[in-house]
């Protein structure tokens, strides 16, 4: 074990990536599998501290495992061109403004329940009746 090497908790500490989530990176092929010390522990550099940060920043940005492995094979190769990076983004961003839509219908629906509900009983409750039917929702993608 070499000075900078680490046991796999301590990696997590300064990764702020949790143990069995730097167990699954590895079996998923987002981090090569470590060397192991004399007692079969897991040893961990600073390189692979730096890569588990990069991975837990991007799962933070709602990159899925594909994108990540992607993005890592293109840090791997800094000699590319990053038309590939900039491509993987931009899907992400499509994804994050379908969701900001989805979710501005959903709020304006939430909006028109709760305000056109008389406060009265449940029978005549704006909420119970349009949740009891869908058709009764103005935006139907929420």
Excluded: W
Excluded at 34 to 57: M, Q
Excluded at 65 to 78: C, E, G, K, N
Excluded at 82 to 88: L, P, S, T
Excluded at 108 to 122: D, K
């Amino acid at each position: 074990m070499t000075v900078q090497d680490v046991a796999i908790g301590e990696a997590a500490r300064r990764s702020g990536v949790k143990v069995p989530t730097i167990r699954y990176y590895e079996q998923v092929g987002l981090l090569p599998a470590p060397p192991r010390s004399e007692g079969n522990r897991r040893l961990y550099d600073a390189a692979d501290i730096r890569r588990l940060a990069f991975i837990r920043h991007a799962r933070e940005l709602g990159f899925d495992v594909d994108a990540i492995r992607t993005l890592l094979s293109l840090q791997d190769d800094p000699a590319q061109p990053c038309a590939a990076a900039d491509a993987v983004a931009r899907s992400r961003l499509v994804e994050v403004e379908q969701r900001i839509a989805s979710l501005q219908a959903l709020k304006t629906e939430l909006e028109r329940m709760v305000t056109g509900c008389a406060h009265g009983r449940v029978d005549e409750c704006r909420v119970i009746e349009i949740l009891a039917d869908h058709d009764k929702c103005l935006h139907h993608h929420h």
